[in-house]
């Protein structure tokens, strides 16, 4: 078996670069042998080599629809590991539905760069792609034409498809107006998502929901209804055989028998969260639950135990890549350092749990930093406002003083003179104003242009890093297929059978061809990187045009893509 699906991963490589046009139809004809993993609809799981497999697929299909399909796989792999590797791919996938007037898909890819913007913390561009997607899905039309529908259910039934995609929805957009604080909104979504996962009995989504309302009554204060809609999210996970986020739901119950003072029943749900969080890979809830197994042994007077637990913590937080995870750990070993009363240790993790903070508030002071000219702006042109009404104001009491000259010509001097002195200190101060606004303006625009200068270099350099990445999964590839046919060369030798060994020979050297061409590749790519940054002697040499060109073209391109990912 074994062999025979080497032989198919060969053969699907080779009529990638031979056919172009139709590959896509092998590669569905294929695509259960190589999405095993895949047991439910909707959720789309991946081994890494089978996404190796769909990144192979993503550069040489040109049908569309196919094309549409990776997207979809590759933007769910990357949700937790390359945030934007998955907006690119979820953004591709849905211009692709559009292209496709695939609506159904179209709403899919909004929920999915709704879950992706809201984690980057875009909450204003998240809340909108919501937004469009459920007025999509909520449009009974949608379920009209829908490609593959069993991708969002095992029934293939289009309403349950369009039902299924709309749940989704109205839960995932309920987390965005529970960080915005807009609570009246965000249960509305639920209840919504609720009915919806009831009517079509989609129980894996029925535990997200629970698991949503769980937290957000443990937030707000409601324990009791927080335990019960923890409790049931556990049985609809059961019921649907959904694990992905039971660990979750098995902390927040352990939480809320911790809030209640029930110390053993406590450590035992989160004894069995990490289990299920590490049996899910999910390295972000395993670090989570076992700060709260710390703050657990801190509210028993165990503070060894606490100390191991946050430590561990810390461990696996920083492993998995989550900053806010990170800076909650410290702060939890500086609870532990007090309870220990050493203040010195207690010292050093606030600190670092301020300098982790910071970091996380780097996003939003860029955007502030993006308003600050828009607001100076605003102040500079009032302040001219009220200068030139001044004047005006000026011009006219002069204008009545000299009138009244004759009159009162000893109270007009004396009052003119006292408004100037007037004058001269307003314009004194606001002069230091213009000057104070504009010294600040220019110290935001440098250090806008640095984050975006900063952030153009990031994307050209992810560009660059994806051109040389492509030859070398082949390279990976082949020479991974090569071992095993060597393998098997052996063992056919072993056997005597000179007729499969001569097949297994040439199969090895059209891959070591492969493995050169590709290897050549990689080498021409870097080459040409190196001659583009090398200093010019200034002397003329011949050079081979369409290679420079090539290379010139290539860079303008990653070049203009930094600057719009539209492009």
């Not at 230091?432 to 606004?437: A, D, G, L, M, Y």
């Amino acid at each position: 078996m074994r062999y025979i699906y080497q032989f198919l991963k060969i053969r699907l490589t080779c009529l990638f670069k031979t056919m172009k046009g139709g590959f896509h139809i092998i590669l569905l004809s294929f695509l259960p042998l190589v999405s095993i993993s895949q047991a439910a609809s909707y959720w789309e799981q991946w081994s890494k080599v089978q996404i190796d497999s769909l990144q192979t697929a993503w550069g040489g299909v040109r049908n569309d629809s196919s094309k549409m399909a990776i997207a979809r796989g590759l933007g769910f792999y990357y949700q937790e590991k390359d945030r934007d590797s998955s907006l690119y791919f979820h953004e591709k996938q849905f211009s692709l539905a559009e292209k496709l007037h695939q609506k159904l898909w179209q709403a899919d890819a909004l929920d999915q760069l709704g879950y992706v913007l809201a984690k980057m913390e875009n909450y204003p561009r998240s809340l909108q792609s919501f937004l469009d997607g459920i007025s999509i899905a909520e449009d009974q039309g949608t379920e009209k034409g829908i490609w593959r529908e069993s991708v969002f259910t095992q029934e293939n039934d289009p309403r349950i498809a369009r039902l299924t995609v709309l749940g989704y929805l109205n839960n995932d957009v309920a987390v965005v107006y529970k960080i915005t604080s807009n609570m009246p909104d965000a249960l509305s979504h639920l209840r919504s998502a609720i009915a919806i996962g009831e009517a079509i009995k989609n129980y894996g989504q029925l535990s997200m929901t629970c698991m949503a309302l769980a937290t957000g009554f443990w937030d707000w204060g409601q324990t009791d209804s927080s335990q019960f809609y923890a409790e049931i999210g556990l049985k609809y996970a059961d019921k649907a055989n959904f694990q992905k986020y039971r660990g979750d739901l098995l902390a927040t119950i352990g939480n809320i028998y911790l809030k209640k003072g029930n110390i053993g029943v406590s450590k035992k749900y989160f004894s069995e969260a990490i289990e299920t969080a590490r049996n899910q890979n999910n390295l972000v809830e395993v670090g989570a639950t076992l700060l709260d197994m710390s703050q657990l042994f801190v509210t028993s007077g165990n503070t060894d135990s606490a100390l191991w637990y946050n430590r561990e913590s810390l461990k696996t937080l920083i492993a998995s890549n989550d900053p806010a995870g990170v800076r909650d750990a410290y702060l939890g070993l500086v609870t532990v350092y007090k309870a220990r009363h050493n203040l010195v240790s207690a010292f050093k993790y606030q600190t670092l749990a301020m300098h982790a903070d910071e970091q996380l508030k780097n996003i939003e002071k860029i955007n502030q930093f993006k308003n600050i000219g828009f607001t100076q702006e605003e102040r500079l042109r009032q302040l001219e406002v009220e200068k030139t009404a001044f004047k005006n104001k000026l011009r006219t009491y002069v204008l009545l003083s000299g009138l009244g000259v004759i009159i009162i010509i000893a109270l007009l001097l004396y009052r003119n003179n006292r408004q100037r002195k007037k004058a001269n200190v307003i314009l004194v101060r606001q002069k230091e104003e213009i000057q104070n606004t504009l010294s600040e303006l220019k110290a935001t625009q440098q250090q806008l242009i640095h984050a975006e200068k900063m952030a153009s270099l990031g994307e050209l350099t992810a560009g660059v890093a994806h051109e040389i990445q492509n030859p070398l999964n082949f390279v990976n590839n082949f020479s991974d297929v090569n071992q095993e046919l060597l393998d098997e060369m052996k063992l056919e030798i072993d056997n005597g059978n000179l007729e499969e060994v001569r097949v297994l020979a040439q199969y090895i050297i059209d891959n070591e061809e492969k493995i050169n061409h590709h290897g050549k590749r990689a080498d021409s790519i870097v080459r040409g990187m190196l001659q583009h940054s090398r200093t010019s002697t200034g002397v003329k040499e011949p050079t081979d045009m369409n290679a420079l060109c090539d290379e010139y073209l290539r860079l303008a391109y990653h070049g203009f893509r930094a600057k719009d990912k539209e492009f």
